[in-house]
């Protein structure tokens, strides 16, 4: 996959900066390391699990996995992100029919973050 570039990404570190070293400041580097983790693993899942239920026509596991994505996204101050699940968790409820775009653009702005938070991650062992 290629590496983003350009206004996407500069934008999205910029709003990535403050959040993550305001986690720093709050719970050390071990706090700031696991959400991180915990981000970068589930949220894909999350979004590949939206998927799934959109194409199976079973909305039930997208007003569950979407409102947890909006809150993580919050959390690490991937704002881009956390806009696109929040029209997507207000789709599930009145435009199902705008799903498929918002979940191609989540996981095109994942592509964005991942590489991103990857870099901000602290390697265990370093001091908070």
Do not use: W, Y
Request: proline share 7%.
């Amino acid at each position: 996959m290629p590496t983003p570039t350009g206004t996407a990404a500069d934008s999205s570190a910029v709003e990535l900066d403050g959040a993550l070293e305001r986690l720093r400041r709050f719970g050390g580097d071990a706090l700031l390391r696991d959400m991180i983790d915990l981000f970068l693993e589930h949220a894909p899942k999350r979004i590949a699990a939206s998927r799934v239920a959109f194409a199976a026509n079973d909305l039930a596991p997208l007003r569950l996995a979407v409102p947890s994505l909006v809150s993580s996204c919050a959390q690490l101050g991937a704002e881009q992100m956390r806009r696109l699940s929040a029209e997507a968790e207000q789709a599930v409820a009145t435009n199902p029919g705008a799903l498929p775009g918002l979940l191609e653009a989540l996981e095109r702005e994942f592509a964005i973050v991942e590489p991103l938070l990857v870099s901000a991650r602290p390697h265990a062992g370093t001091a908070s």
